[in-house]
T-cell receptor, first 117, second 113 residues
Framework: GAVVSQHPSRVICKSGTSVKIECRSL??????MFWYRQFPKQSLMLMAT?????????EQGVEKDKFLINHASLTLSTLTVTSAHPEDSSFYIC?????????????FGPGTRLLVL | KQEVTQIPAALSVPEGENLVLNCSFT??????LQWFRQDPGKGLTSLLL?????REQTSGRLNASLDKSSGRSTLYIAASQPGDSATYLC????????????FGTGTRLKVLA
């Protein structure tokens, strides 16, 4: 099946630094990718929709200037957490929607665990 | 605003039992529905996808159904095993065509040997 990778899988950083997380579709093109966040013992919450070649669409309550999204190619979206603080510590998961004939199918990445000290 | 509730929130059963996990959407306008399992500290594993033209999917001991008129889905697990222990999440996309998944609150399952 289609594979989506995320890098890094785990990152620890100091408060105030910025962290970039990559999401790649490995064997298909994805005009649209999605970024989710999961706090401990909670479900996934959609943060934003990443669109190749255009601005991302953010969900209500998500600060676009804090969570910068760049979707520069059909296989790569990046999420940058700027000036990270301990409350940003979370599990970040991306998904990618296949541009091919099976457009109804989304594939999820393995997640990136962020710990901000 | 679409909200997704999963019942029960937690479940502990002896090995071999047949299980039913429930998922309910406040807005029944669901396009696709997908069931996932998540092991502690891990990402999502897709179990079953019910696409817009479908009402049911089966894979091995798992069967998922979707009633679009009521906005409810069930995941049936036959002959449960300790390896089935995980959190099960349902997620649906709306008919708006944005393909954004709204996730349920999850069911934590523990199957005892």
């Amino acid at each position: 099946g289609a594979v989506v990778s995320q890098h890094p899988s785990r990152v620890i950083c100091k408060s105030g630094t910025s962290v970039k997380i990559e999401c790649r579709s490995l064997d298909f093109q994805a005009t649209t990718m999605f970024w989710y966040r999961q706090f401990p013992k909670q479900s996934l919450m959609l943060m934003a929709t990443s669109n190749e070649g255009s601005k991302a669409t953010y969900e209500q309550g998500v600060e676009k200037d804090k969570f910068l999204i760049n979707h520069a190619s059909l296989t790569l979206s990046t999420l940058t957490v700027t000036s990270a603080h301990p409350e940003d510590s979370s599990f970040y998961i991306c998904s990618a929607r296949d541009d091919g004939p099976y457009q109804e199918t989304q594939y999820f990445g393995p997640g990136t665990r962020l710990l901000v000290l | 605003k679409q909200e997704v509730t999963q019942i029960p929130a937690a479940l502990s059963v002896p090995e071999g039992e047949n299980l039913v996990l429930n998922c309910s959407f406040t807005d029944s306008a669901i396009y696709n529905l997908q069931w996932f399992r998540q092991d502690p500290g891990k990402g999502l594993t897709s179990l079953l996808l019910i696409q817009s033209s479908q009402r049911e999917q089966t894979s091995g001991r798992l069967n998922a159904s979707l009633d679009k008129s009521s906005g409810r889905s069930t995941l049936y697990i036959a002959a449960s095993q300790p390896g089935d222990s995980a959190t099960y999440l349902c997620a649906g996309t709306t008919t708006s065509g944005t393909y954004k998944y709204i996730f349920g609150t999850g069911t934590r399952l523990k199957v005892l040997a």
